[in-house]
Structure formats: structure tokens, C-alpha cells
């Protein structure tokens, strides 16, 4: 029915999500030594899954990394960003490393479905074609994750605040 193919489309606003950037020189080596993935050897068309553990192995964080034009983005629960971004500074000395709180200058939208699919090709006219793959234009960022227990197609698109205001309704 079309009721139930509605529910299976969606766009929501992860406000439960923040940003942290690292830019400078040494950003991705900095990252390498912290966290439990390759940053190093990441690509501009990638996102990972990286864990950020304690000095005894505990893990303290998941999160998502990647490639930006000039820096590399962590995405994670905004309610452990500010103890994370703490802890990782203190480990930043005289690194050529540059770390900050991006969330407030940006939107983090979930999508899935395929009626959510045909809407971002007005923003991004191809799509990343598997999941943890990721596109960078004008609009934003627009990774694929897993597909759902459904089997349909699920986004995260990290657009600038205004760029989002404007997708909303659409």
C-alpha cells in the first residue's frame, strides 16, 4: 500500500550527531596514532568506522571518519564530543594539528528509501554506489550507509545549515 511504502521514506535531522574537524599537516597522522582505523590511507571517497579507546583499550567512542577539502571530519553522539574533543586535545602538544566543534555549521540529515534516493539526485546527481562510499560537491557531503533490516538505502548527507533549510521541504 502506499502508506506503508511512505513509512519505509525518510528525511530526519540527526541533532543527536556533532562534527569534530582536524586540519593541519599532521592531521591524519595525529588521527592514525588515536584512533582504531587507517586514516592515513584514507581516500577522498571513503568513510570509515573508527573506535577512540582509553590507554587500557576501553572504548570510549564510535564514530565515522573521512576526507574533507581541508580537514578530516569525525561524526559522532554530540553527547560525547565535548569529552572526546577534550581528551584529544590534550594529546594534540605541539602536533601541527587543529581540532574543532563543526557542529553548530552543519546539518546532519538521515535519508532512506528509494523515494529519498530520487530526491537527493537533485543535489547530488550521482550517488555513492555502495555503502561507506561518499560524494563531495557543492552541496555538501553525502555519504551511503548499510542498507537498513529493509534492505532499502540509507544516506547521511552533512550539508551546510542554509543548504539544508532549503532541501526540506524538497
Wanted: aromatic share 8%.
Amino acid at each position: 500500500s502506499v502508506a506503508a511504502a511512505n513509512r519505509k521514506d525518510f528525511v530526519a535531522p540527526l541533532t543527536s550527531l556533532g562534527l569534530l574537524a582536524f586540519s593541519g599537516e599532521e592531521a591524519a597522522a595525529f588521527l592514525h596514532n588515536q584512533l582504531t582505523n587507517d586514516v592515513e590511507h584514507l581516500n577522498a571517497g571513503e568513510v570509515r568506522l573508527a573506535g577512540y579507546c582509553s590507554p587500557k583499550g576501553r572504548l570510549l567512542a564510535t564514530m565515522l571518519i573521512w576526507k574533507s577539502n581541508d580537514a578530516i571530519m569525525l561524526l559522532l553522539p554530540y553527547a560525547l564530543l565535548p569529552a572526546i574533543q577534550k581528551r584529544l586535545q590534550m594529546f594534540v602538544l605541539r602536533a601541527k594539528v587543529k581540532l574543532q566543534d563543526a557542529s553548530q555549521q552543519q546539518a546532519i540529515l538521515g535519508l532512506a528509501g528509494d523515494q529519498a534516493t530520487a530526491a537527493l539526485r537533485a543535489w547530488f546527481p550521482e550517488l555513492p554506489a555502495q555503502p561507506y562510499a561518499k560524494i563531495d560537491n557543492a552541496s555538501g557531503t553525502l555519504m551511503r550507509l548499510a542498507n537498513g533490516a529493509d534492505g532499502l538505502p540509507r544516506y547521511q548527507w552533512i550539508a551546510t545549515n542554509a543548504a539544508a533549510i532549503d532541501a526540506w521541504p524538497r
